[in-house]
C-alpha cells in the first residue's frame, strides 16, 4: 500500500509512547469492531427482583451504557390514598414494600398521629418497635439468602426462607397477618400481645443469631463470593448521598448516619443501647456484610426491647371516627430498604387530601445508570442483588 | 463376550446387543443421578423433601413422570430460528454422551470396545458437545442463547486441557492409555508390598484427581462453573429456547455425561469395576454393582460442590484454568514421569 | 491461600450438616400447620348481632361486602309498648376474590357480629364460588376460637364472642 506525502514530508510529531499503545489498541478495537448488542433484561428476569426492565448496551460481556425503566407495577397508591380513610390507607401501605411490610405503616401513622396531636402510649411503642425490627429481620434474612442465589449459590437462598418463616409466625402471632399485619391505629395498636410471645421472640431470635452465623461462613466466608464481590459496584459516598441511596447502601459506603439514630426521634430507639454498622468500602461485599451485621443488632435490640417492656395500654383515648385535623406532616423513617417518607396533607376529612410517599428503592435505583457503566453482565447482577431494592417500593 | 453363554452368537449380534444396553443404560445413569442427586441430596442440603409423592415412596416416579412430560409437549421452535441446526445440536450433545459410554468398562468382559486409546477416545469424544452447544446458543436466534453459548465455548475448551493433562499422570504411571489395562493395574498393584486393597491411583495421583474433580465439574457446566447456564442471568444459556424433548435431551445428556465423567474418574484413579482378589465371572457380576458405587461417591463429591458455591465469573473462571489448573498439572506430569523413571 | 481453602471448606461442612439433620418440610395435605389464633384466615358471621348498620360495608376498602335489609315490625317487649321497627339481614355476602384480609370490618362492626377465624381452606375451582353467603359465612362461627389470653402487662382484653 502507498501512502502519499505531502510535499515537504510528514511533520515532526512527538508521540507518547503510551499513547501510541492506546492508538494500536484503539486500531485493533474498530478493526475487531463487533458492534453494541442490546440486551434486554426484560421485566420478566430472575436478577431483577420484580418489573424491572434495564435495557443495556453490551460490548461482548461489557455494559456500556445501562437504562432502568420502572412503573411496570404502579399501582396508584397516593391516588388510592385520596379516596381512603386511615385505617383503609393503612391497610394499602403495607404493600408498598411487601417484604417489611410493618414498616411502612409506622411513618404514616406517625404523621396522622402529630396531625391529630395524639401520642401512642409507651408500651405501644415499645411493641411498634419490636414489630419493625422483625420485619427487618425477616426482610434481611431473605436479601442475605437471595443475594447468595444471584451469585450463584442456590442454597443459602433456602436457608434464609427456611429462618425467616420463624419470624413470619411470630409477626402472625401477635397481628394475624404473615406479610401484612395492618397492625398500626392512629393512637396506638390495635391489640396488645399474645400470651406466649415474649418467650417465643426470645427463642426466634436465638435462631436468628445462629442463621446468621450460617450465613456468614457459607456466604461471606466464601472465597468465590469474595472475588464475585469485592470492588464490584462501589458507590462513592458523596455520590451515593448526592442521588439519594439512603439506608445499608450508604453505610455501606462508610457514611455513618441513620435515621434511627440520628434523624427526628421516632418509636423508641433513643432508650436502647445499639450500634450503627459502617463499611468503609463501598462495594456489593460491603453492603451484604453491613446488612448481616444489622440483622444481628436488630436481634439483640429485640432482646434488650422484650426485657424492658412497659405495661400499660396499647391504644390512646381516640374518638370513634377519626377525623385528623387540617395541617401537614413529613415524617421519615429508617425503613430496612432505607430513608421513607410520608408527606401528608389533611384538609380535616376522615382521610387525607394529599399523600407523598418517598420511597427509598426509587432513589437506590437511580443510581444504576452510572454504576452499571464499564462492569461485566454478571456484575450487573450482583450489584442489582446487592442494592437490594423491592419493585412495590419502587414503583408504589 | 460371545463365550460367555457357551453360544456362538456372531459380531454382528452381539455390537447389536451392546448398542441396545448402551442406549438403555444412558438414560437410566441420568435418571439415577438426577434422583439421588439433584432431587434428594440436594433437597436435603437445602433442608427440604425433595419429591415425596410420585409413586408413592419418596417420590422415585418423578423424573420418569417428567421425561413422560417433555415428551408429550408441544415442539415450539422460535421463528426465526435456524430449523436444521435447533433440532441437531441437541442430538450431537447426546451423541457424545452414548460414545463415551463405549470404552467405559464395567467388569473384565463387560465393555463394549476396549480400545487401546480408550482415555484418549473418551476424551476427545466428550469434547464433541461443545460443538452441539454453540450450535444450540447460535440457532436459538436470541441474544441470552447467545451470551450462553460463548461462554461454553470458551469455558469448555479452557477446561480441556486441564482435563486431559490430569490424566496424563496417570497414562506414564500405569503405561496403557486402554481403560481396562489401567484397572488391571489397580487391582493387581501393591503399596509398598501390601496388596489387600490393590493401587488405586488416587493415592499417588491425588493432584491428577483434584484436577480432573475440579475440570469435570467445568466440563459439565456445573457451578461453580455454570456461566454459560446461569440461571439467575440467563435462565438457562443456551438451553432457554429449548423445550419438550429437546430439552429431554439435554437433560439426559447434562446427567449422562456426570456419569460418564463420574464412572472415568472412578476408573481412572479408584480402580473402576475391580475389587482386589475377584477375578472371572465372578467381577463380570460384582463388578456393575461396584462401579456404580465407586461412581456414586465420586459424583456426590460434585454435587456437593455444585450445591454449595456460587458461580466464577467468566474471567475469574478462565484465570483459574490458565493460571492455576494447567500450571499445576504440567508440575504433576513432571513429578510423575520423574518418579517413574527413578522408581 | 490458607483461609481460602478453610472458607471453602466450611461452606461444604454447613451443607453437609444441613443434610444430616430432619428436614423442616411439613408435607402438606397429609401434614398441616396450624396457624395462630388470630390469624385471618376467613372472616365468620353472627346473625343474630347484627343490625344491618352498613359499618363494615362502609368501611372496606375492596368494596366486597354486599348488604341487602329490610324494616320489619316487631311485637313490643312488654305490655302497651310501641311496635318496635327492627332490621332484618337479607344478603351478606363477602366476595373472598376481592377481600384484602385487613380486618376493618370486624373491627369497626360496633355490634360485635363479625370474627375472625384462621381457616384457610376453601379455595374453589370457580371464583364465583369464592362469594361467600350468609348461611356459609355463619358455618364458619364454629371455627373462631377463644379470645386467647393478653402477654403479661397487657390492660384491654380480648373480645367477646
Redesign the interface.
Known sequence: MTTTQPPGGLPEVEIDPAALRQLADARMNIELDTGD?I?NLGPQ???THGTLRLVVRLDG?RVIAADPIIGYMHRGYEKLAEY??Y??IT??INRIDWLSSFANEVPFIHAAERLMEVEAPP?AEYIRTILTELSRIATFLLFLGEM????????PA??GF?DR?YVL?LI??????RF?P?FNRIGGL?????????AECRSVMAKVMKSCD?FE???V????????TRSIGIIPAALGASYGVSGSNLRASGVDWDLRRDGPPYLVYGDLDWKVWTHPDGDSFSRYWVRLQETRESARMILQMLDA???????AKVPRIIKVPEGEAFVNTENPLGEMAYYVVSKGATGPFRVKIRSASFSNVSILPWLLRGC??????TILASLYFILGDIDR | MSSLLAVDIGWGTTTAIKTLVVLGVVPLTALLLGYIFLLKM?SH????LGPMDPGGFHGWYQLIGDGIKFLQKEDIMPAEADRKVFALAPAIVVMSTFLVFVVIPAGPRMVVRDLDVGVFYALAVSSLSVIGVLMAGWASSN??AL?GALRAAAQLIAYELPLVLAVVGVVIQTGTMSLQGIVGFQQDGAIFGFSGIGLPLILTQFVGFAIFMVAAQAELTQ??F??PV????L?SGYMVEYTGFRFLFFFIGEFGTAFAFSALAATLFLGGWSVPGVHGTAADVLGPAVLVVKVLFVAFLMFWAR??????????LQALAWKWLIPIALANILVTGVLKVAF | MK??I???L??L???FR?MTRPA?TVQYPHEREH??????GVIALKEENCTVCMLCAR?C?DWCIYIEGHKEQRPPRREGGKPRNVSVLDRFDIDYALC?????CV??CPFDALF?SPEYEYSEPRIADLLHDKDRLGEWMATVPEP?????????K?KKK
Open positions: 448488542m440486551l428476569h430472575p436478577a460481556e381512603r380513610t385505617p383503609q391497610t394499602l408500651r447468595g442465589l444471584q451469585v450463584g449459590a442456590i442454597t433456602f436457608y427456611r418463616e409466625n402472625e402471632a401477635a397481628t394475624g397477618g401484612h395492618n390495635k391489640d396488645d400481645l399474645p400470651w406466649g410471645f415474649i450460617e461462613d457459607l456466604v466466608g466464601n472465597p468465590i463470593f469474595q472475588q464475585r417492656l412497659p405495661t400499660g395500654p396499647v391504644m461485566y453482565v454478571p456484575d450487573v447482577v | 440436594m442440603m437445602q433442608s427440604r441474544k441470552y451470551i457451578p461453580p455454570d456461566m446461569a440461571e439467575s442471568e435462565v450445591f454449595t458455591y456460587p458461580r466464577f465469573r467468566e474471567d475469574q | 483461609r481460602e478453610k472458607g471453602m466450611t461452606g461442612g454447613i451443607t444441613t423442616v396457624p395462630a389464633p388470630r390469624a385471618r368501611s376498602p384484602m384480609y385487613c380486618g376493618i373491627e369497626v375472625w386467647e389470653p393478653l402477654e403479661l402487662g397487657a390492660e384491654s380480648g
